[in-house]
């Protein structure tokens, strides 16, 4: 697939305004989300499109590096898009890469500078554009030089049926409660400590076993922010799962877990027949407001399990998932079993 630049990826003109921005994302996102049939590499880029476009600062300076490339290869900027695609008539010569099976990784990976540990991993086909700092990238290497060793040794691995099942699972809450952390630590054992707003909706798979079945966990990540509201809404049917997060040093993100139960099942989400946890991160900090025993009281009212969280140091992130996806899993088999009973 061509990459675009981002004014084509989202069909628009150099000029549009930050509501036009808006609306052609919404449309975009939508249009190319995985869950609505659409492809996972052009969803990115127009995520990323959105995060450069809707930011005066970092759309300035990509404009500023369209016209850079413009006028270095003869072309006129032009009034939709910028024209960054590949020019015609120029030919990239293309090196071949080693074998990943051939390249040794360093006894001391430590001494690599950045710039060396992203070639590194580019050399071993392993993905590293969401590492933030330089240890994400070490903890990228040491994750593959870990899997390398089990694949030469024989590992055992636990008795797995053919049967597979591929669940839901949605993550709601306020901005800046630490959703998108809770995931990050669970799926990468990793956390980042700087603030990145989740921009419309965020989507990711894990593959595991659960109960001896191979299960494709689907994440879908939702913003919090009130200006996603449109795009929230088309991703709530046909979920299992859900993670309700607030913040334990916040009373008011406690309270607004009723506004997000009722942006869910009005959106169709019937909360009778999905799983439910809630987390209350962040309790590494200091200055708790909501109890254990408040949260816990909450959930169990309706029927949820309650979780003490934290992203940052990983306490009750494991125990929480897991007991998500096994609750989900059981009632998918129960259901199968069920309908495989009727039939007969």
């Known amino acids: 697939m061509e990459k675009l630049n981002y004014y084509d990826s989202m069909n628009l003109a150099r000029t549009a305004t930050q509501e036009q921005i808006k609306k052609a994302y919404r449309k975009a996102a939508l249009l190319h989300h995985p869950d ?92 590293h554009d969401d590492c933030v700092e330089k240890s994400d990238l070490l903890q990228r290497l040491r994750e593959k030089k870990n899997s390398a060793r089990r694949n030469t040794t024989g590992a055992k691995t636990t008795s797995v049926s053919n049967e597979h099942i591929a669940i839901k699972i949605l993550s709601v809450g306020d901005p800046e409660c630490g959703k998108s952390c809770i995931i990050k630590r669970y799926c990468e054992g990793r956390f980042v400590n700087r603030y990145i707003s989740t921009i419309g909706v965020d989507y990711g798979v894990k593959k595991m076993n659960i109960q001896g079945i191979k299960v494709a966990v689907n994440f879908f990540d939702l913003s919090g922010q009130r200006d996603y509201e449109e795009i929230r809404k088309e991703f709530f049917k046909d979920s299992q799962g859900v993670i309700l997060t607030f913040e334990v040093n916040d009373k008011t993100t406690f309270a607004n877990l009723q506004r997000w139960e009722r942006e869910a099942r009005n959106n169709g989400l019937n909360f009778s027949e999905v ?70």
């Open 275 to 344: 799983d439910v946890i809630i987390c209350g991160n962040k309790v590494d900090l200091n200055g708790r407001e909501v109890t254990a025993a408040e949260g816990n009281k909450w959930a169990t009212s309706k029927g949820y399990k309650y979780f003490d969280t934290s992203a940052n140091t990983g306490l009750g992130v494991t125990e929480a998932m897991e007991s998500l996806f096994n609750s989900v899993v059981t009632r998918a088999l129960a259901i199968k079993k069920n309908l495989t009973a009727n039939l007969i």
């Open 36 to 127: 609505k049939g659409g492809d996972e590499n052009m969803f990115k880029q127009i995520s990323k499109a959105f995060e450069i476009l809707s930011d005066t600062k970092k759309r300035s300076a990509y404009d500023s590096q369209l016209e850079s490339i413009n006028s270095q290869d003869g072309l006129n900027p032009s009034s939709h898009g910028g024209g960054d695609k590949t020019p015609k008539g120029k030919v990239h010569k293309t090196k071949t890469m080693p074998s990943a099976s051939n390249i040794e990784i360093p006894s001391n990976p430590e001494s690599l500078s950045v710039k060396e540990l992203k070639n590194l991993l580019t050399s071993l086909g392993v993905r």
